[in-house]
C-alpha cells in the first residue's frame, strides 16, 4: 500500500534527520521525492501527525515536529515504564534467539562507537531496546513503544565516545541478566539505564529550562 509505504520512508527521513525538526513539508516537493501521487501522501501525513512526527498549522502548513526538552523527559518516562517490565518478561522467557541478536547488536555498537559512526551506533542502539520489548512477546507493548518516537533523541557528536562506553556497559548488565533469566535483575539494570540516562538529559539538555522544574 502506497499510504504505507509513505509512512515508512517519511518516519526513517525523520529519524535519519533528512527532514529536521521545523522544516516545511511540501506535498507536492514530498510527493516527487517519494514517487507517489499525493493522496497516498496526505494518508501518511495523517497518520504521522496522529503519532506527534509532524503538525500542521491554522494556515493548514505541515512542518515536521519540534521536540524540545521537556518532550524528551516525557519519552524516557514512557521508557521508564515500558523498559523494566519488557527485560523481566523477556528474562523470564531467556529465548536463544534474543540472545544471540543482544550479543550481535553490542558488538556492532562497540565498532561504530570505535570509528565514530555516531548514526549507526544509535541505530544499533534502539534495536537492542527494541529487540528486548519484542521479546516480551506482548504485541501492545511493541506498537506503544514504537511509538514513543525514542530515536529522536540521541548523544551528541562531541561526546559519542564517552558515552558510546557508558551505554556498552548498561547493555552489559542487562544482557547478561536476560542471558541468566534473572527477571528482577534484568528489570532492575533497564531502570537504571533509563533513569540514568534520564538524569544526564535533565543536566545537559534541560538547565536553565523551566519546563524541566
Given at each position: ?8 520512508k517519511?518516519?526513517q ?7 529536521q ?6 506535498e507536492r ?6 514517487g507517489?501521487?499525493?493522496?497516498p ?7 504521522l501527525?496522529?503519532e506527534?512526527?509532524?503538525?500542521t498549522?491554522?494556515h493548514?502548513?505541515?512542518y515536521v515536529?519540534?521536540?524540545g526538552?521537556?518532550?524528551?523527559l ?6 521508564l515504564?515500558f ?7 523477556a528474562?523470564?522467557?531467556?529465548l536463544?534467539q534474543?540472545i544471540?541478536?543482544l550479543k550481535?547488536?553490542m ?5 561504530h562507537a570505535?570509528?565514530g559512526h555516531?548514526?549507526k551506533?544509535?541505530?544499533a542502539?534502539?534495536a ?9 512477546g506482548?504485541?501492545r ?12 533523541f540521541?548523544p551528541?557528536?562531541?561526546e559519542s565516545r564517552?558515552?558510546s ?5 548498561w ?7 536476560i542471558e541468566r533469566?534473572?527477571?528482577e535483575?534484568a528489570r532492575k ?5 533509563v533513569?540514568h540516562?534520564?538524569?544526564r ?10 519546563q524541566?522544574?
Amino acid at each position: 500500500m502506497l499510504s504505507q509505504l509513505a509512512y515508512k520512508k517519511l518516519t526513517q527521513m525523520i529519524y535519519g534527520g533528512q527532514l529536521q525538526p521545523g522544516d516545511r513539508l511540501v506535498e507536492r516537493q514530498l510527493a516527487r521525492r517519494l514517487g507517489i501521487s499525493r493522496i497516498p501522501l496526505r494518508e501518511s501525513l495523517a497518520r504521522l501527525q496522529s503519532e506527534g512526527l509532524v503538525r500542521t498549522d491554522s494556515h493548514h502548513a505541515t512542518y515536521v515536529e519540534d521536540f524540545g526538552p521537556q518532550d524528551a523527559l516525557e519519552i524516557y518516562s514512557m521508557r521508564l515504564l515500558f523498559e523494566p517490565f519488557a527485560a523481566q518478561l523477556a528474562a523470564e522467557r531467556r529465548l536463544p534467539q534474543l540472545i544471540k541478536r543482544l550479543k550481535s547488536l553490542m558488538q556492532k555498537m562497540k565498532a561504530h562507537a570505535q570509528r565514530g559512526h555516531l548514526r549507526k551506533l544509535n541505530e544499533a542502539d534502539y534495536a537492542f531496546h527494541l529487540s528486548i520489548v519484542q521479546a516480551a512477546g506482548l504485541k501492545r507493548l511493541t506498537r506503544a513503544y514504537e511509538s514513543c518516537h525514542i530515536r529522536i533523541f540521541s548523544p551528541k557528536p562531541s561526546e559519542s565516545r564517552d558515552y558510546s562506553a557508558e551505554i556498552m556497559a548498561w547493555h552489559q548488565r542487562i544482557a547478561t541478566a536476560i542471558e541468566r533469566g534473572r527477571g528482577e535483575d534484568a528489570r532492575k539494570a533497564a531502570y537504571d539505564h533509563v533513569w540514568h540516562a534520564m538524569e544526564r538529559i535533565k543536566k545537559e539538555f534541560c538547565a536553565g529550562s523551566p519546563q524541566a522544574n
